[in-house]
Each structure stands twice: as structure tokens, then as C-alpha cells.
């Protein structure tokens, strides 16, 4: 069985608030780097559903407005051989703690409405009814800790990121300790993030079901942990 390199947290200038990089050039820039694809992982939260009168809209026009970057990529990455999936990373209301999550489709996003409001157990028992799988993203990050293992599958051990202290090594000492999932990104925002982080997984994986499927079977998949063109690895670390 043949593997390729994936990217699982990325966003776009399009729809996350911090992306620097367009949809085009995220997409362009994973061709360029050699892998099969990427998740777009905007950020599904309070501050871009309220930002600039969004809030008076109504939902499904909100979530129309969030589905921009991930749409855009998907159209080039059916141009140029990349792989492009639907992800979300959710920030829940009243907390610091961001999630991964893999398996919404665009009809669930617009039908389930704002998720961003739910509490921790309650969210992850819906993500859970539907079959998604759930990471915290950057457990460790701007003083932040891992949380109950109970409302999440995994967690993200590499967040490669290099402008920000992720503390990797403590994410990784929780997995082992929990016995959990564990995932590895680039966190994209910038050209410079791409190529840093990300699984392999097989070249068959053309879906996010699929995605959803192997991840169950293996678990721990083989990650992508590389500096980057220029980087110090201790950065990200």
C-alpha cells in the first residue's frame, strides 16, 4: 500500500480572521510541497460569526459566508490534483480550548447552526452521534492544558506552527499517558507553514469518510515532523 503526505489544520485567508495565505495559494503551495492534500480547518467561532453585522444574518447565510475558503480551495484543488476536505476548528464559547474536528459535511454545517455555543460534553456527544472525530488542537498553547479526555478523540501532539509555543513535547506525555488518538499539523496561516507537519496516509484515502475510517483503524498514524525552509525546530516546540 502506497502512502502520501496530508495536511490536517489549515486555513484560509478567505474565512479565518488570522489567515494570511487565499484558498489558491494554500492549495498551490501544498502541490508545490509534495503532499496529496489538506483539511481546511477555519476557525469556527464567536469572532467570525459576529464580526462585521454577521450576526444579524441569518444562519445559513452566515454559514455560507464560512464555507468561502474551504470552496475555493476544493474548485483549484480539483484543477491541480489536491485533495481538498471540509474541517472545522471550533473554539466553544467561554473557552480557550480549540478542536479539530473531521466529518461535517456542508449540509450538517449549515443544519446543525452554531455548534461554537455548545458545552464541551454536549458537543462532543453530537460530533460523537455522527461519527466525526474530534483533536484538540494545540493542547498547551498560551497556557492552556489538555481537557477531559472523556469529549474528545485525540489530540494534536505536533502543532508545528512556528510562531507560537506549542509545547509539543506535553502533548505528546498526555496521548502516551491516555492512551488516545494523536494527529499532526502544520497550522497553517503562512507560506512558511506549509510542508511543516501532517500524517501519511494511503494514496486510496479520497474522502473524509475514508479519512474517518483509517484513522479508527490505526489510530496513531505515521507523522509528518519536519522545520521547515529556514525555521528553528525549537520555535514550534
Not at 110 to 121: E, F, M, T, V, W
Not at 122 to 149: D, K, T, W
Amino acid at each position: 500500500m502506497k502512502f502520501c503526505q496530508f495536511e490536517t489544520h489549515c486555513h484560509t485567508a478567505e474565512t479565518s480572521p488570522c489567515g494570511v495565505l487565499s484558498a489558491v495559494e494554500v492549495v498551490e503551495g501544498m502541490k508545490a510541497a509534495g503532499y496529496a492534500g489538506t483539511f481546511i480547518t477555519d476557525h469556527f467561532c464567536s469572532r467570525f460569526f459576529e464580526r462585521g453585522g454577521m450576526a444579524a444574518l441569518p444562519w445559513e447565510e452566515q454559514a455560507e459566508r464560512f464555507l468561502t475558503g474551504y470552496r475555493a480551495a476544493k474548485r483549484h484543488g480539483d484543477k491541480i490534483g489536491v485533495k481538498v476536505f471540509l474541517g472545522l476548528e471550533v473554539q466553544l464559547d467561554g473557552s480557550p480550548k480549540e478542536f479539530l474536528v473531521y466529518g461535517p459535511d456542508e449540509e450538517f454545517i449549515i443544519s446543525a447552526g452554531p455548534i461554537y455555543r455548545l458545552p464541551l460534553p454536549e458537543f462532543y456527544r453530537l460530533m460523537h452521534e455522527n461519527g466525526f472525530l474530534v483533536f484538540q488542537a494545540n493542547p498547551y498553547r498560551f497556557g492552556c492544558s489538555p481537557g477531559n479526555p472523556a469529549y474528545y478523540d485525540g489530540i494534536e501532539i505536533v502543532n508545528a506552527q512556528p510562531r507560537n509555543r506549542s509545547h509539543n513535547p506535553l502533548a505528546l506525555k498526555f496521548a502516551a499517558e491516555h492512551d488516545i488518538m494523536i494527529i499532526a499539523g502544520g497550522d497553517v496561516h503562512m507560506a512558511c507553514d506549509i510542508g511543516r507537519a501532517g500524517i501519511m496516509v494511503p494514496e486510496t484515502v479520497d474522502s473524509v469518510e475514508d479519512f474517518i475510517a483509517f484513522y479508527r483503524e490505526v489510530r496513531r498514524p505515521e507523522l509528518i515532523i519536519t522545520c521547515g525552509v529556514g525555521m528553528d525546530c525549537d520555535t514550534a516546540i
